[in-house]
């Protein structure tokens, strides 16, 4: 059983590269490194450097490899860029997956895992969210992310394709120095690169309707998120699924309390700049992950302060 993982040399591709090779799960990877990086991809895991909408290279791969599963990793995600460019997120992430789901109907493979978002839940009713809480996204990103899960529902129905899809929340921490978060947008990286530059770290909105005026969000580290995946993608090349499953710790933290952990690990006492709310930003949720620690086992292991260190080590360490 071998996995294709499209976007595998991004930053959270590259931890699941690792994760499958613990699980003993085959892998190559494909991505355009339009953001990531061809040095996260070990020496040994075959490598392809093609877009998701290259039917040809896709169907190439897939069939060199000898191909079972893909998992579905490469997409554009950034929240506000979404809202500002929305034709360009419907063009690559939903235009994406239905070439590469076209190509796997073409090539015979019966297995896809897709990486979702809790940006399909919006500004649920309730802080706390399950599987079964109501969607509406709130950006062209969730929306196209909530497409992907309806696209591989139809395709389930109409061929029989195994699927699962993990709704992960927001991604910090790192498993090892040279795979550290790389972005521009996640508040981790943000607040190390302004710490280092002299600047004050930004936050964006202190009016929410929160126990601090910052938003809430459910914290997981990138180790858990990758161990998540390869226990999901185990059970597909088992048995079907056709679920989605929450990938979160269930604990609602709010910014300020992100930039206290900074403080405490870093051993840096800095103030915030408070600018206005990012467009498409819902004021609060955390996982509800008792379907996923019971249907297949997993369950994160790893905290804030975890995922904190780990970054701020490899920020450290960085070039």
């Known amino acids: 059983m071998t996995w294709m993982l499209t976007g595998g ?41 093609a877009s998701v909408d290259d039917s040809e290279s896709v169907r190439a791969a897939l069939r060199e490899h000898g191909v079972t599963g893909v998992l579905h990793l490469a997409a554009k995600k950034s929240v506000a860029e979404s809202v500002e460019k929305p034709l ?19 090539e015979g493979v019966d297995r896809v895992l897709f990486s979702s978002s809790a940006a399909v839940f919006g500004n649920p009713p309730v802080d706390f969210v399950t599987e079964e809480t109501p969607v509406a ?8 992310k909530l497409i992907g899960e309806w696209m591989l529902r139809d395709l389930a129905a109409a061929t029989g394709l195994r699927w699962a899809a993990l709704r992960y929340f927001n991604v910090a921490g790192t498993g090892a120095p ?22 004050n ?19 997981i580290h990138v180790v858990d998120l990758a161990e998540a995946h390869a226990a999901a993608a185990a059970r597909l090349d088992e048995a079907p699924i056709g679920e989605v499953f929450n990938v979160g710790r269930g604990e609602g933290v709010t910014v300020t309390e992100v930039f206290a952990t900074v403080r405490e690990v870093t051993g840096i006492d800095f103030t915030v700049d408070v600018v206005g709310r990012r467009a498409g930003d819902p ?16 369950t994160a292991r790893l905290d804030l302060a975890d995922m904190v260190r780990s970054a701020w080590d490899a920020w450290q360490q960085r070039d």
């Open 9 to 49: 040399a991004g930053y959270i591709g590259a931890h699941i590269v690792r994760a499958f090779d613990a699980a003993g799960l085959p892998v190559v990877v494909l991505d355009d490194l339009s953001t990531g990086f061809r040095e996260n991809v070990p020496a040994d895991v075959p490598f392809v450097q």
């Open 178 to 199: 040279e795979l550290a978060d790389r972005s521009v947008t996640n508040l981790v990286p943000m607040t190390f690169r302004a710490l280092t530059a002299g600047d």
């Open 283 to 298: 004021a609060a949720y955390f996982a509800d992950a008792t379907k996923i620690g019971k249907e297949l086992g997993w």
């Open 201 to 219: 770290p930004q936050l964006f909105g202190d009016d929410y309707d929160t126990r601090d005026g910052s938003c809430i969000r459910d914290y």
């Open 137 to 144: 996204p709130m950006s062209p990103y969730g929306e196209t």
């Open 88 to 106: 360009l997120y419907w063009d690559e992430n939903v235009g994406g997956m239905r070439s590469l789901l076209q190509s796997c109907v073409d």
